[in-house]
């Protein structure tokens, strides 16, 4: 390593969390990744200013070293004081070790003095390095950067230049927080900048520190924005010999942001375009990394503004670490992350499903309870997370209550000014907040109102309805394993901002090119290639198309086009991809359904069949253009063929584009579309669409669901369309995914009343009205897509994907379907102990106590798989287990993988208790624990909210009262999820849980009695995070 500064420190590049975006271009190797380890200690605060104290004054931009004597030095702005002028002055800290907190407050350091060229209260981030045995100090003076000198590295002297003056350069644009490298020969000095108002990074090289070069821009834009503060606080570090990072904050406060850039370039790290170098974000603001005997540290401003902060810092090897999952708006900016794991993410789908398995009321207005007359709940959830998406049927159940973080928002659908006499063109209100095309009402979907907008929420959410009639609808919501890398931090949604202006620009280009082409600026900075041809393609006949061994790779397009002439028959020849030479291929379907329709047929000649955003069909009126850009990662090579179908087909246009991957083989998956044919589905059972235990020879597969494209029918049949999806994934025996019908899991409503319509995430792009106006046998051919971005489904061992098919599984119609997923042949989840409550050995073994628990006892009942009996045939029996329950406390403790990255804690339970709530604890219990006094620490609360007892309410007028009607399943088992940080679990090889009851005392309805409460346990399970094998 190369460094200047500092006596015995070193610079790198820090992180807390970092937010991994592409894997830069530019690199031959990739970066190593910095983690955060252990705690922040604060190690100084609001400083006392005397006179010159304000209660709005804050600490911000900072220097830490360490003296000539040993002792470490911290020089802050303080801005906002009641300095004449800018508000601004420096003050000073002092500690005897790095690893103490609160250090010494050690007075002003310095205040401007604009007889040396400093503006009046201007004094700004200050830098100190080592040059020539002396310590410099280079700082801003508002309209300059200047400069000082010490021998102790405590008292600096001004340095003036030949006219009297500290400054060193100036500068338009405020130039400010100034770094020094020395690389090679010559010393670098970085700054932000913001003249026009657009924030970028300068650079000024120099032999001798006394005259510097003329200022280059080195980054700019991008990802981060061009705006007067998207370049604060640039740090360049060098690693490794020619490994350049760049850090360059963007925002303070609770939504602190730094992005990290790579390069081996010291003076180019992306301008306007920074894909090539971009490595991601971490929510700190100001970092800096100092290196101490050994080890790393990295110092960052607090939240709060109140202070400054140390944490510990390692680097890591990318395999051994998780991708940085993208959370709110950043799911969509960060879309070509599409194929990154996401370990430490669960996602859950929860409707107003009828608890019977049958379709009462078509599925609608079962709550979970009622709190009033006007708040009858369908979800409720504690802890943080991500409501990513939304679906209610047309306007019922307007206004809906988006209660976050216990702070209530009413969202109303405009039809409710005249519920009764509704007509097309309403909209969310506030609008706002609510804009396509993240969300449309019932007049677009044809049926629906949908909401893709994030509803981030720190300790709660709950969604209520006001009205009841026909108060349908579905909810799909993420929560993380605490500590996982999320792309920002969490804060909840305030009910007045709306989605950034990016985002939505972003969606709306879906049917358009998403992927940029080699010969423009864009694509030589991406690396694109591209290569294409045509074929002719007879029947049955199987055709390669390209095999692509330049890798490791990321395929970004792949586009098909015929003749308009020869559609139809296309749509049955089938395209087969297969990575890497693995013995099967992972993408084998039909190529209309691969492109998200049953059929190429267009009845109504319009220009785009699929306008979705991952894939569109567009047709010109001559040629019928199939585009997928979904990301598809290989590692050595891609073979991407078509077979005929009955018809031959002359002429089929190809391409595909794709680009360099740098990044580690476990941080991503590969692409399927796995097919699947159900010409005759089996009375009262689920349709399979997808069991990743039986597809391409592995047994367990780490990765997401993102979608499906799927045929309900082949004779214009929608009234099969009543069928639930159902999804279940990691060994779970509930399904983590539970929708209210088929049309509504593709975003329409009451079969969409007979219409196609296309969206960018959902679509019924074929099939007529019914079959009796259907013009052709390809008319008859019902189809419909969901693609899931923001709201994909994670899985981490294996997932089974249902769709029953008719309200009871009753449906006799013909069904096709391709589910597109991402997945890795390696677990990312891995049992590792599993505690069976009843069981004498397995109580002992697991060391369980429950002082105030039930003696055992047996509970015979089901779990929610559907219908448990179809045309007087018992389709799902009734099974036996032995549990518990306790009012009081629990502890056991369970083994674990030393190298987790978090634990998943699944509890089989009787649902028969309401609202169960816990506060858990944790301790370590590994080996050589024994004796010790454990160290408890709070891991968050577990709640399940309802009961296998609901409340019905579904009055037949709009404007109806609730009504009050209990309804009890017989399906009392469940297995419910709690995530352990992964502090509270990395390293150790076995943990002691203490669960502590905290009921809630609530009743179903208003005026309903109070029911029995308690802790139900019938078996734990332990499942370890962890980093799935390279492929």
């Avoid at 009046?120 to 000198?149: D, H, K, T």
């Amino acid at each position: 390593m190369r460094h200047f500064f500092l006596a015995g420190l070193a610079w790198v590049p820090p992180a807390l969390a970092l937010i991994l975006g592409p894997i830069p271009t530019c690199a031959a190797e990739t970066p190593k990744q910095p983690r955060i380890v252990g705690a922040w200690w604060q190690v100084a605060g609001d400083p006392d200013l005397g006179d010159l104290t304000s209660p709005k004054q804050q600490p911000v931009d900072f220097a830490v070293w360490q003296a000539a004597d040993g002792t470490w030095q911290l020089w802050s702005c303080i801005r906002s004081t009641r300095e004449q002028g800018q508000t601004r002055l420096l003050y000073r800290w002092e500690g005897a070790r790095l690893t103490d907190a609160n250090w010494k407050a050690m007075g002003i350091a310095l205040r401007a003095d604009p007889k040396v060229g400093e503006v009046e209260g201007g004094l700004q981030a200050p830098f100190v390095f080592r040059a020539a045995g002396r310590f410099v100090m280079f700082y801003g003076g508002w309209n300059a950067i200047c400069s000082a000198s010490s021998t102790d590295g405590k008292v600096f002297e001004r340095r003036l230049n030949t006219v009297g003056k500290a400054t060193l350069f100036g500068a338009t644009g405020n130039p400010r927080d100034p770094m020094v490298l020395r690389i090679g020969n010559l010393w670098y000095c970085y700054y932000t900048a913001h003249p026009q108002n657009q924030g970028a990074v300068y650079c000024r090289t120099s032999p001798d520190l006394r005259y510097l070069s003329e200022a280059r821009i080195i980054a700019r834009g991008g990802q981060a924005g061009n705006g007067p503060s998207a370049a604060e606080c640039p740090y360049v570090v060098e690693l490794e010999p020619g490994q350049f990072y760049l850090f360059r904050t963007q925002r303070y406060g609770r939504e602190a942001q730094t992005s990290v850039y790579f390069s081996r370039d010291p003076l180019d790290f992306g301008v306007d375009h920074d894909e090539g170098h971009f490595l991601g974000t971490l929510p700190v603001a100001a970092p800096e990394i100092i290196q101490h005997q050994g080890r790393f540290y990295i110092a960052a401003l607090l939240p709060s503004l109140k202070g400054i902060q140390i944490a510990r810092l390692e680097w890591v090897s990318p395999a051994d670490e998780p991708p940085v999952i993208p959370v709110g708006l950043d799911a969509y900016r960060q879309w070509e992350r599409w194929p990154y794991q996401r370990i430490g993410a669960r996602a859950s789908m929860r409707s107003t499903y009828d608890r019977s398995g049958g379709n009462e009321g078509a599925d609608a207005s079962h709550f979970l309870y009622q709190q009033t007359e006007d708040f009858n709940v369908a979800l409720d959830v504690e802890g943080p997370g991500v409501l990513y998406f939304t679906r209610y049927n047309h306007w019922h159940g307007s206004p809906w209550h988006y209660e976050v973080d216990h702070m209530d928002h009413l969202v109303r659908e405009s039809s409710i000014a005249d519920p009764n006499h509704p007509v097309p063109g309403f909209t969310f209100q506030p609008e706002k907040l609510f804009p396509p095309p993240l969300a449309y009402t019932w007049s677009d979907t044809q049926g629906a109102d949908l909401s893709w907008v994030p509803i981030p929420f720190e300790r709660s959410l709950r969604l209520a309805y006001g009205r009841t009639h026909y108060g349908t609808g579905y909810y799909i919501y993420h929560q993380y394993v605490p500590g996982a890398r999320l792309s920002r931090p969490l804060h909840a949604w305030d009910g007045r901002t709306p989605p950034d202006a990016d985002v939505l620009q972003l969606i709306a280009r879906a049917g358009q090119d998403l992927v940029p082409r080699p010969d423009t600026p864009e694509g030589r900075k991406a690396g694109v290639c591209e290569e294409s041809g045509k074929v002719s393609l007879r029947s049955g006949e199987t055709v390669s198309l390209v095999r692509l061994t330049k890798a490791p790779a990321m395929l970004r397009a792949l586009e098909l086009e015929v003749p308009r002439a020869a559609a139809v028959a296309f749509s049955r020849a089938r395209l087969r991809v297969t990575w890497d030479d693995r013995p099967q291929s992972s993408i084998d379907a039909p190529v209309a359904l691969f492109y998200g329709t049953g059929t190429l047929y267009n009845r109504d000649g319009r220009e785009y069949l699929v306008k979705g955003f991952p894939i569109h069909v567009r047709d010109d009126g001559r040629r019928v253009h199939l585009a997928c850009y979904f990301p598809m990662p290989f590692f050595h090579s891609a073979r991407i063929e078509l077979v005929g179908p009955q018809a031959s087909i002359p002429e089929v246009f190809w391409s595909v584009r794709y680009t360099p991957y740098h990044g580690p083989a476990n941080q991503v998956a590969y692409f399927h579309a796995t097919y699947a044919d159900h010409p005759r589905p089996e009375l009262g059972r689920d349709l399979i669409l997808l069991d990743t235990r039986q597809v391409e020879g592995s047994k367990e597969w780490s990765g997401h669901l993102v979608g499906m494209s799927f045929i309900f029918s082949h004779e214009a049949n929608l009234s099969t369309l009543e069928g639930d999806p159902r999804f279940f994934f990691d060994d779970s025996l509930t399904p983590q995914a539970q929708g209210t019908g088929t049309e509504e899991w593709a975003g329409g409503g009451d079969y969409w009343g007979g219409r196609t319509m296309t969206l960018p995430f959902v679509g019924h792009p074929t099939g007529a009205p019914n079959a009796q106006t259907a013009r052709c046998a390809e008319d008859r051919i019902e189809s419909a897509y969901r693609f899931l971005l923001a709201d994909l489904m994670p899985f981490g061992k294996n997932a089974r994907i249902c769709l029953e098919h008719g309200g009871t599984n009753e449906s006799t119609e013909h069904y096709e379907t391709v589910t597109y997923w991402y997945g890795a042949p390696s677990a990312s989840l891995r049992k590792t102990d599993e505690l069976r409550i009843g069981d004498p050995a397995s109580e002992q073994a697991h060391d369980y106590h429950s002082p105030e628990a039930s003696a055992p006892y047996e509970i015979t009942s089901r779990y929610e798989w559907g219908v448990d009996h179809v045309c007087g045939q018992e389709v799902y029996p009734a099974h036996t287990d032995r549990g518990r329950f306790t009012k009081g406390m629990s502890e056991f403790t369970l083994k674990l993988e030393p190298r987790n990255l978090g634990v998943l804690l699944r509890r089989k339970l009787d649902y028969r208790f309401p609202n169960q709530r816990a506060e858990v604890f944790v301790a370590d219990a590994s080996g050589g624990q024994e004796g010790k006094a454990l160290d408890w620490r709070p891991a968050g609360v577990w709640y399940l909210a309802g009961s296998n007892t609901c409340v019905y309410s579904n009055p037949k007028e709009e404007l109806g009262a609730a009504q009050h009607v209990v309804q009890t399943s017989n399906r009392r088992f469940r297995d419910d999820e709690f995530l352990v940080p992964r502090a509270l679990t990395e390293g150790r090889s076995a943990i002691r849980v203490r669960i502590r009851f905290t009921p809630v005392k609530r009743p179903l309805f208003p005026g309903g009695p109070l029911p029995d409460l308690a802790w139900s346990e019938i078996r734990y399970d332990a499942y370890c995070f962890v980093m799935p094998e390279r492929p």
